[in-house]
């Protein structure tokens, strides 16, 4: 049976936003916290990967079922921190064979939503499991099976995997989530989306 990791991506400096994104409040914790135990109850192995803020953020959140790591290149974007994650389970978790990657900052993508995307690979494990936006767009969360990490090794700028996604777009497939997608990239982004949802 595949084995699969989440992959939470958390290491950036929300310099947007002049503070940590990944600990504004959210429910009855914060935004990683809260999206920790999302997937928490999911999947049983789970890595965080932070990096600016490091100490405030881990000093925040609970590790139960969660490797938190620290990528010290974080400066580099978001296929840096990918590729340190990646890197991460090939060295040391080499039983894995999928791998989904997520944000901290998508607070609506729920329990549901993940198991339905798991339920899809298995049924298609050679595809990309992608997230539907608005507009026709692809993103994370995604699923990508070993067969990948090779390319998502390679990841170093702040594109995150779009390349490999329009790479291989003939080998995508997709779950609609276009109502669980909020980008929070503003302090009003989030006064917004916590106002609707609490």
Known sequence: MSKLAVLILAAGNSSR?????????????????????TVNEVNSENI????????????????????????????KGLG????????????????????LIMLADQPLINADFLNQMIETQKLYQNKIICTLYQNEKLGVPAIFNNSFFEE???????MGAKNILQKYSDRILSVDGENLISDIDTIEDYEILYREHH
């Open 17 to 37: 936003m002049g503070v940590s994104k990944q600990l504004l409040k959210w429910k009855y914790t914060n935004l990683l916290q809260h999206t920790i135990n």
């Open 48 to 75: 965080v990967v932070l990096g600016a803020n490091y100490s405030k953020i881990r000093s925040q959140i609970e590790d139960k079922n969660t490797h938190i790591l620290c990528n010290k290149n974080w400066q």
């Open 80 to 99: 840096s921190t990918i590729s340190f994650g990646i890197n991460y389970i090939n060295n040391s978790l080499p039983h894995i064979d999928n791998v």
């Open 152 to 158: 998502l090794l390679q990841l170093n700028n702040d």
